[in-house]
C-alpha cells in the first residue's frame, strides 16, 4: 500500500486495513492531512447537526497528554498526528441557520423543507433529552465520522489504529476541554506511516455474524 500506487478504492481500504500500534516518526503533509479531515467530516450526522469535532493533535506535549491519557500506550507517542474525535450533545440547541442555508444554496433543501425540518429537528432532539439519549446520538455520529477518516487514510497509504481505552478527563484535559461538560469523547485515532506490518487476523464467517430478517435466522445472511 503506497502513495506511487495511487489512492485505494473503497473495498480495498477495507479490506487492507491494520490497526498499527507502531509507527514512523515521518509528519503527515499538511495538505493530506487536511484532505484526511474534510473526508472524515463528509460522514453522515443525525438530522445533519454535525455535532461531532475533529483535534488534530500532533505537538509533542499534547500528544504526551494522550499517551498518559492511554495509560502510557505508544500509538498516540510515535504516531506524527492523532485525531480525537469530539461529540457535542447540545449542538443543536446552538444556531443551525448555516447549515440551513448551505443546503438551500446547494439545492439540496426547500425553502418549505428547511422550515419543517428545523422544527422536527428540535422536537427529535428534546425527545432525545427526556430520554437521556443525547450523548449517545452525538458519539454515534462522531464515530461514524472516525470511521470514514480510517478509510481515507487507508486509502492514502497512512496507518491508523482506533482506540477505545482512555481515560476521558485526562483526553479532555489534553485538548483543552477539560471544564466542557456538554462535550464527550468518542474516538482517538493516531494516524502516520506504519512502523510494522500486521498480517490479517480473519473474521468469522458471515454465515455466523449475518442473519436475514431476524437475529440468528438460520438462513445465514444474503447468499
Not at 38 to 50: C, F
Not at 125 to 135: A, I, N, T, W
Not at 167 to 185: Q, S, Y
Not at 207 to 215: I, L, Y
Request: charged fraction near 25%.
Amino acid at each position: 500500500m503506497t502513495q506511487d500506487a495511487g489512492p485505494l478504492t473503497v473495498p480495498q481500504a477495507i479490506r487492507t486495513r491494520r490497526s498499527i500500534r507502531h509507527y514512523l516518526p515521518d509528519p503527515v503533509p499538511e495538505r493530506q492531512l487536511a484532505e484526511l479531515i474534510d473526508l472524515a467530516l463528509e460522514a453522515p450526522s443525525s438530522w445533519n447537526v454535525q455535532a461531532r469535532f475533529v483535534v488534530a493533535v500532533s505537538d509533542d506535549e499534547g500528544r504526551a497528554a494522550l499517551t498518559r491519557a492511554t495509560g502510557g500506550q505508544p500509538h498516540p507517542r510515535e504516531a506524527p498526528v492523532t485525531l480525537v474525535f469530539v461529540a457535542s450533545g447540545q449542538a443543536w440547541r446552538e444556531d443551525l441557520s448555516d447549515i440551513y442555508d448551505r443546503a438551500r444554496r446547494n439545492g439540496a433543501w426547500s425553502e418549505a423543507f428547511v422550515s419543517g425540518f428545523s422544527r422536527a429537528t428540535l422536537d427529535f432532539q428534546r425527545d432525545l433529552e427526556r430520554r437521556g439519549l443525547l450523548r449517545e446520538y452525538a458519539v454515534k455520529d462522531a464515530v461514524i465520522a472516525a470511521t470514514y477518516a480510517i478509510l481515507a487514510a487507508t486509502s492514502m497509504g497512512l496507518a491508523t489504529s482506533p482506540m477505545n481505552g482512555w481515560d476521558e478527563r485526562e483526553v479532555k484535559r489534553a485538548i483543552g476541554v477539560e471544564d466542557r461538560e456538554d462535550l464527550h469523547i468518542a474516538m482517538l485515532l493516531p494516524v502516520g506511516r506504519p512502523a510494522e506490518t500486521r498480517a490479517h487476523p480473519g473474521r468469522r464467517p458471515r454465515s455466523r455474524q449475518a442473519f436475514t430478517g431476524r437475529f440468528g435466522h438460520a438462513g445465514g445472511g444474503p447468499r
